[in-house]
T-cell receptor, first 111, second 113 residues
Framework: QKEVEQNSGPLSVPEGAIASLNCTYSDRGSQSFFWYRQYSGKSPELIMSIYSNGDKEDGRFTAQLNKASQYVSLLIRDSQPSDSATYLCAVGLSGYSTLTFGKGTMLLVSP | GAGVSQSPSNKVTEKGKDVELRCDPISGHTALYWYRQSLGQGLEFLIYFQGNSAPDKSGLPSDRFSAERTGGSVSTLTIQRTQQEDSAVYLC???????????FGPGTRLTVL
């Protein structure tokens, strides 16, 4: 049974701070890792994908992957109130596979 | 380019009626996925299509649920004899050959009275 675990939150951070979102997964064969953002009442939108150990940066977002520890994280620098949303971690075994989604972490950024 | 589209955006039906939900994936995407999301819950995988075939139907919750995909493009999710517990947002996603990044449609909100 593939499992993806996330703290449900809410994670509250002040505007301008760094938000750190964490995710662990159970299947060591996992090869692809994604972070999606979901605003209330909307569908998930892709933020980042990462496939190799280490860090991947895209603007204010940095994804970090540690396959040995089965851990993936998302850092959001200079958090903005518009970043307030639920962040979903998703893990896949290989191309064309289904993804297993975590239940998401709610992030609240206060002005 | 156009993203994943779904119709209808909202559907209200009476218990026991059948409903059909439609998904039009991104052009050229060969993989298509159906999920549902109940209020405040995570994404629940329903079914996955590769082309017109469905190698993974493991998430369909009962035999009242079925899905088909024709021409490697549009997919229809059918729920027969709807029950109140079927009320949820039904999301469709598609991905292409190179990566398994999934792109989601706006969803269909189904309410069963």
């Amino acid at each position: 049974q593939k499992e993806v675990e996330q703290n449900s939150g809410p994670l509250s951070v002040p505007e301008g701070a760094i938000a750190s979102l964490n995710c662990t997964y159970s299947d060591r064969g996992s090869q692809s890792f994604f972070w999606y953002r979901q605003y209330s009442g909307k569908s998930p939108e892709l933020i980042m994908s990462i496939y190799s150990n280490g860090d991947k940066e895209d603007g204010r977002f940095t994804a970090q992957l540690n396959k040995a520890s089965q851990y993936v994280s998302l850092l959001i620098r200079d958090s903005q109130p518009s970043d307030s949303a639920t962040y979903l971690c998703a893990v896949g075994l290989s191309g064309y596979s289904t993804l297993t989604f975590g239940k998401g972490t709610m992030l609240l950024v206060s002005p | 380019g156009a993203g994943v589209s779904q119709s209808p955006s909202n559907k209200v039906t009476e218990k026991g009626k059948d409903v059909e939900l439609r998904c039009d994936p991104i052009s050229g995407h060969t993989a298509l996925y159906w999920y549902r999301q109940s209020l405040g819950q995570g994404l629940e995988f329903l079914i996955y299509f590769q082309g017109n075939s469905a190698p993974d139907k493991s998430g369909l919750p009962s035999d009242r649920f079925s899905a088909e995909r024709t021409g490697g493009s549009v997919s229809t999710l059918t729920i027969q004899r709807t029950q109140q517990e079927d009320s949820a947002v039904y999301l469709c996603a598609s991905s292409n050959r190179d990566r398994d990044t999934q792109y989601f449609g706006p969803g269909t909100r189904l309410t069963v009275l």
